[in-house]
């Protein structure tokens, strides 16, 4: 029988042999001169083995914990793959294949001469890799958004329009600088006819904003389904998470008058929100603002934390603008994960494109969520746990690990690190926006919602400009099911918490139980449901 340790590593060499510089990006070598084959055999293939080593997940009695998360990822994997999302996404930062190579690849900082023979060898199959993507896209009958598109196209003319080249960046000060360059005149020709292909086939072709959702594509409500399931580690259907959120946008609303008596008087909640977006004293008035308060809001978490957290990182968390080719289709701020070998800290990314169009309300909590003691904490102590197997450091479940980083919104109140009560309305805005999430996401691709209709519910209920909105939305088009996790997640976190404290009574210890949490690696939401029931039994 095959252990479960074996199991484990034998779906991630699935997974990075499916996405090598998923395996660059983590510092793990022997993937560095690959990229991603999408073709669609080798879709099939991978999809097979990962179900293959699903179903013996099951076989066996050792070790449960790391069987069940094999077991999860490996199915997910497979949804992931019979969703296709590959074959009609083109503008989103986090998903669409060829954005996030332009972003990701830059990233990477070869350590010697090996690794960067590696990068070049690594660039110079990017035309294969852009000739496989295209006649995969063109045989799709999945179409993608026009819009999307567009944006897509537009990505692609800002990367050619720079000069140094981006990819050229990991060898710039190096003896292979020059050889670079002159490996990257033949991957502009491909970017270039990529860009036309999509202009002039695609674009063409495209879906209009009205049907905008997975649900107006072939088997596309079956496949919603199985990302639900994937993202949320949950069996809630679309439908029960569209009602969950309708209620709590409702229990906001009386938080949001409570505290916002507190900063103008009495007010409604609608009022709030209002106050909030119109008060030209809450936008930035600067980039340089921006960062400036990331990085004090990071180091006043990284202060308290120990009274907190019995294990916190050794490594502070980075802080960096989001590179200006990327800006337009990023997210407001993302987290970047620590390279294993230490060649790349945590970083926690601000966009700072029209800065002064955005509101600083939520920055604080935005920071304590992608950064301390968010992500930053979840992601670094996770990777300091050498005794599990590799895959339960690194594993992708988005409702523990974005549901984690939401909780610490919450807990960083708890903590005494808001600055003020505008900073707490910042923290309400937060949990509105993923409240709605898991009303608009379900809309748009169960419910058959229009982009429009998406963005009129998140300009009602949410606090954001429309420089954000139509952000959110187009990321929630390419992205179904994922926004779905924040909110699960932390629901979750928050369930465990209060049956512990609630079993424990004075036994309880906040410290202990975010170590517990945080000391197993990325765990299904029901896997870790079990981790903390022994646990309680366990407390003497």
């Known amino acids: 029988m095959t252990t479960a340790r074996e199991l484990a590593d034998e779906l991630l060499t699935v997974l990075f042999d499916f996405d090598p510089v998923m395996a660059t990006l983590l510092g793990v070598p022997g993937w560095d001169d690959r990229l991603p084959d999408h073709s669609a055999d080798t879709a099939a293939a991978s999809r097979r083995e990962a179900l293959d080593i699903a179903r013996?997940?099951?076989?066996?009695?050792?070790?449960?914990?790391?069987?069940?998360?094999?077991?999860?990822?490996?199915?997910?994997?497979?949804?992931?793959?019979?969703?296709?999302?590959?074959?009609?996404?083109?503008?989103?930062?986090?998903?669409?294949?060829?954005?996030?190579?332009?972003?990701?690849?830059?990233?990477?900082?070869?350590?010697?001469?090996?690794?960067?023979?590696?990068?070049?060898?690594?660039?110079?199959?990017?035309?294969?890799?852009?000739?496989?993507?295209?006649?995969?896209?063109?045989a799709s009958d999945r179409l993608p958004v026009a819009h999307l598109v567009r944006a897509g196209v537009d990505r692609l003319d800002r990367h050619l329009a720079q000069d140094p080249d981006p990819l050229a960046q990991p060898l710039a000060e190096t003896a292979f600088a020059d050889e670079c360059r002159r490996t990257l005149v033949p991957v502009r020709d491909a970017f270039a006819r990529y860009r036309a292909f999509l202009h002039d086939e695609v674009l063409p072709r495209g879906r209009a904003e009205d049907r905008p959702g997975l649900c107006w594509l072939p088997e596309g409500g079956e496949r919603y389904v199985g990302l639900v399931g994937t993202y949320t580690t949950t069996t809630h259907t679309p439908r029960e998470l569209h009602e969950i959120g309708l209620a709590l946008i409702a229990d906001l609303d009386r938080e949001y008058a409570d505290i916002g008596a507190r900063v103008f008087g009495p007010i409604t909640a609608a009022e709030v929100r209002r106050r909030l977006l119109d008060d030209p004293t809450l936008r930035?008035?600067?980039?340089?603002?921006?960062?400036?308060?990331?990085?004090?809001?990071?180091?006043?978490?990284?202060?308290?934390?120990?009274?907190?957290?019995?294990?916190?990182?050794?490594?502070?968390?980075?802080?960096?603008?989001?590179?200006?080719?990327?800006?337009?289709?990023?997210?407001?701020?993302?987290?970047?994960?620590?390279?294993?070998?230490?060649?790349?800290?945590?970083?926690y990314f601000v966009n700072t494109h029209h800065a002064t169009e955005r509101e600083r309300l939520g920055a604080e909590a935005t920071a304590f969520h992608e950064g301390v003691p968010g992500h930053h904490f979840q992601i670094a102590l996770a990777q300091r746990l050498t005794d599990l197997p590799l895959l339960r450091r690194f594993a992708s479940v988005e409702a523990y690990h974005e549901g984690w980083a939401l909780y610490t919104e919450r807990l960083a109140d708890e903590m005494g690190l808001y600055s003020d009560d505008v900073a707490r309305l910042g923290m309400l805005a937060a949990d509105s926006l993923r409240a709605a999430r898991l009303v608009v996401d379900t809309g748009l691709h169960a419910l058959g919602w229009s982009r429009q209709r998406a963005v009129e519910y998140l300009r009602d209920n949410a606090v954001m400009p429309d420089v954000d909105i139509h952000s959110e939305v187009d990321r929630y088009i390419e992205n179904p099911a994922q926004a779905l996790s924040y909110m699960v997640g932390r629901l979750e976190f928050q369930r465990l918490r209060g049956e512990a404290e609630r079993r424990l009574g004075d036994r309880f210890d906040i410290r202990a139980f975010h170590d517990l949490v945080l000391g197993g690696g990325p765990l299904p939401m029901a896997v870790l449901a079990d981790v903390v029931d022994e646990w309680c039994g366990s407390v003497r």
């Open 284 to 347: 930035w008035t600067s980039a340089g603002q921006m960062l400036d308060l990331a990085r004090r809001t990071i180091a006043r978490a990284e202060a308290a934390a120990p009274e907190w957290f019995g294990v916190v990182p050794d490594a502070a968390c980075a802080v960096e603008e989001v590179p200006e080719a990327d800006a337009p289709t990023a997210p407001l701020a993302y987290y970047m994960d620590p390279a294993l070998d230490g060649s790349r800290p945590g970083t």
């Open 56 to 138: 013996r997940a099951s076989e066996g009695d050792d070790d449960p914990v790391t069987r069940a998360v094999v077991a999860q990822q490996a199915s997910g994997f497979a949804h992931r793959i019979d969703a296709a999302l590959v074959e009609h996404t083109h503008a989103e930062g986090l998903n669409a294949p060829v954005v996030v190579l332009l972003a990701t690849l830059p990233l990477t900082r070869p350590a010697d001469d090996e690794g960067r023979r590696a990068y070049l060898a690594r660039l110079a199959g990017l035309p294969r890799y852009l000739e496989v993507l295209a006649g995969r896209q063109r």
